[in-house]
């Protein structure tokens, strides 16, 4: 190797940000997870931020389909609102009218779309490094966040194609991934099994390849090692992210659907 090529390659071990990368996760995957697993220094940053970009652009975006919906939402009257007074129905029915603030349509989702983000990352790749070491990887813990965090990107690609089905729709999507398959109205094991499925798409499926891809290169662990190391970390991330899904449907309505992005 001549001394040009030392210092190139010197200079992409300790650079942090590779705008290149952002296309080229997509078409050459591989040779992402090579530098990785050459850098010394951690590359997380640039794929975290940039889906937390799109998230919150997504949220700005749809706002004013989530207001049309919440101000074409029925109110419910109590069982016994029939032998309420005429006063105490009027007043209750102006009391329970939708708020569309935009605390409500626009901050609230926007500081949620940022925790679902950052904090689903931070578990996957704590699962992720965990397991692997746990198989006999030799990874290190910088390698492997990094690699979580670039197999993020299809996930910013959900996102867009949410956002595109929102736009065109004027409706929110309802039953997302494979949850429309489950009838959750059976009982409280449905309901969770419909919330853990509203994350499982070809999404998740392409994030799950890049992992298998990424974790292989840095753990040097078989594939078969790699494979089944990666599932578990990821079936793991699945079942905390239904939970939420899962207490908010029993408490309101068996409404499927969890907290956390993927």
């Known amino acids: 190797m001549s001394n040009i090529e030392e210092i190139e390659v010197v200079e992409t071990s300790q650079k942090r940000w590779h705008w290149d990368w952002l296309w080229r996760i997509f078409l050459r995957p591989r040779q992402v997870f090579d530098q990785i697993a050459q850098t010394e220094v951690s590359t997380w940053i640039l794929p975290v931020l940039f889906l937390t970009v799109v998230s919150l652009g997504v949220v700005l975006a749809t706002g004013p389909v989530r207001t049309q919906e919440l101000l074409a939402r029925p109110v419910e009257p109590p069982p016994d609102f029939q032998y309420w007074s005429p006063e105490m129905q009027q007043e209750y029915m102006e009391n329970a009218q939708p708020d569309p603030s935009p605390a409500l349509i626009y901050v609230l989702p926007a500081v949620g779309a940022v925790v679902k983000v950052w904090l689903s990352w931070v578990i996957l790749a704590a699962l992720v490094h965990l397991v692997l070491t746990l198989a006999g990887g ?125």
């Open 138 to 262: 030799r990874g290190s813990r910088v390698t492997e966040f990094s690699v979580v965090a670039w197999s993020l990107m299809p996930l910013a690609v959900r996102e867009l194609v949410h956002l595109v089905a929102v736009l065109s729709t004027q409706h929110s999507i309802q039953n997302p991934g494979l949850s429309g398959f489950i009838q959750a109205e059976t009982g409280g094991g449905a309901v969770f099994l419909a919330s853990l499925l509203s994350f499982v798409d070809l999404y998740l499926v392409w994030q799950v390849v890049l992992l298998v891809l990424g974790a292989k290169r840095t753990s040097g662990l078989s594939t078969g090692k790699t494979v089944i190391s990666v599932l578990v970390a990821v079936v793991l991330l699945l079942v905390l992210q239904a939970l939420p899904g899962f207490i908010g449907a029993q408490l309101s309505g068996l409404q499927t659907g969890g907290f956390f992005l993927f």
